[in-house]
């Protein structure tokens, strides 16, 4: 059953499901003794379908168009662009703090002094310390939701770790002021504080962001794609995946406007200092509390239903003991763990949970495509800050282009939301979660070459050589020298590849949800958010090679491996595009409504059969007969 966000009330389809009242008497008359078949008739038998799950013949005629999404859905996209707009307007500049020096001839705080080509600057710990930071820090935020995901599934709810994760935010963001405070910098004791503040913040965000994209989801009323009859006349399919689409979009909109806002604090940091960086972001964090007060009682909240965990691995189990590992990925490994093929009673799981864990460990092989694309999308590690550098800045924070990233997906999402998809759904062109990937995937293989060739003219030009990003490549004065190619040509890469996201990161997210079973879906949307963990891994990993003169590796490598990496994603998922977008729980639902309406109708049950051959359900179905 559908159900209204908030309400807790049966959704129904708005105008047309419920709005047959009187439409025996019209079927009744007669003339000459036979049924009068009209249009009206042939209208009454679509309006007895909506609600209805779309027999095959339907799903390759009719229009496919998203669902409405509830006002709370939108409220809660705006707890995201809260918490990112806090947590990327400090972030933006925790590498300038860690890598550069006070400024000479600077105010103390940070900025640099006006009218030179220095970068904001506190700790001076150089570009390999700056990058552990920040990788470790990144990779925490990242690898931990595991654990967060797994206790809202079983313990909590994702409600109450969502306002966990907020309450130590607030902590961290109060540690990150006092050691950006000046007198705390001079003293050279600001490392700690600043240590303890970051780590926090990652904390925070592994218990937050696991469980606010699947609570999100959960306010999505439409599970499962259902046919509605627009006031027009015309016949539709009310997406599912549409419809999540749509709110994913909307979800990834704000959370980049959110990440915008490290272009003010990167401003902050090179005017007035990290003091004031770290402070604005702190007052946007103050909208959370309130904010999630106020929508409490209007969302959907799905209880903890204890983990599946265990049965997941029992399954794997059966599975293994049968067929052993070199079974895996082959067809039929999973059958064996069916109590209908292996006839066994004394399981506990059914077919269809099966089927569940089969789905969740797909989801799980997609995700392990991701690490490579998200070093793509700006460079292994902190190779981009070392490259921005390297370059003229004339007075632009050096840090500051990466915020274009967020800016052209800002520009880029209504495009796709209200222009591209519409458009292909209109003229009936599937374009599934599998290709929409594989695009992303490969595009950012292929506009990343541009870092590597940004990066070789930089050390060709730079006065220093191949060790332009050194800490050493300093004139007279002690002000730093750079190559004459401008900071901005990074531009082309940054805004090409963040394109790219919308591709991968907002499908990722609807494919966590929903090939995962319901007591597992805050555990595996933080597998979707691992793979980025394992990026950032790599990035920690690579900290000592991240510098000159290797820093153009950096950028070259990932970009062949990812191309090679997006053709064999393909070919390795391109048939789960022919799957439908149902959640676990609705299958069976599903297959009664199919089962019941082949029964009353066996000619629909043969154009489902039939391969392109179209039937004209007006020939076949009684007038007055409903399904």
Known sequence: MLMNAGTNQPHTIPDTEFALAGTDAVLSETKGGLPITTEATESTESLDRDGLFPNDEEKKTLRRIPGKVPVVAYLLCFVE??????????TQVFGNFVNRKLPIGGNGAGAPAKGTQDTAGALGKGTAISNAIKQSYQMIAYV??????????TKTGRFKMVCYGVAIFGVAHVILIIAAIPKVIQSGKAFGPFALGVYSLAIGA?????????????????????????????????????????????????INIGGFFGVATSYLAKDVGFWAAFFVPTIL??????????????????????????????????????????????????????????????????????????????????????????????GLGAAADALSVMLTTNGVPNDLLGNLNPLMIIVAIPVFNYGIYPFLRK????????????????????????WPVITYYAYKTSPCGNHASSLDCLDADGNSMVSPISI???????????????????????????????NMRGLVSALNLLST???YAIGLGTSYVIQDPFIIWAFGGPTIIGFVLAFVFWFTFKHLDKEEY?????MKEVEEEEAHTASHNPALETAGRSSGSEVDEEKHIDAGEKL
């Open 81 to 90: 662009f809260a918490e990112r707009s806090s947590w990327y307007g400090v």
């Open 144 to 153: 931990l939701p595991i654990l967060g995901g797994w206790l809202a599934d």
């Open 206 to 254: 592994a218990a937050f962001k696991p469980n606010v994209s699947p609570m999100l989801l959960d306010q999505n009323p439409y599970p499962k794609s259902v046919l509605h009859t627009l006031p027009t006349g015309e016949r539709v399919i009310i997406d599912a995946e549409a419809t999540s689409e749509r709110i994913m979009l909307w979800f990834y909109l704000l």
């Open 285 to 378: 964090y103050m909208i959370l509390p309130p904010l999630l007060w106020y929508l409490k009682p209007r969302l959907v909240l799905k209880p903890p239903g204890g983990s599946d965990l265990g049965r997941v691995f029992k399954v794997l189990g059966v599975c293994l003991s049968k067929g052993g590992i070199w079974r895996v990925g082959r067809h039929g490994f999973w059958d064996s763990a069916k109590p209908s093929v292996n006839g066994r009673t004394d399981l506990p799981w059914d077919d269809q949970f099966v089927l569940d864990v089969k789905r969740t460990f797909q989801a799980t092989g997609i995700f392990c495509f991701f690490p490579i694309f998200n070093i793509n999308d700006g």
């Open 427 to 450: 003229h009936k062109i599937h374009y599934g979660p599998i290709a929409r990937i594989f695009t992303g995937l490969l595009l950012c293989s292929i506009f990343s070459v541009g």
């Open 488 to 518: 901005w040509v990074t531009a082309v890469p940054v805004m090409l590849t963040a394109v790219c996201e919308i591709l991968v990161n907002v499908t990722a997210y609807g494919l966590a949800y929903s090939r995962a079973p319901k």
């Open 533 to 535: 963990g394992v990026s």
């Open 582 to 586: 149902i959640l676990s729980e609705h």
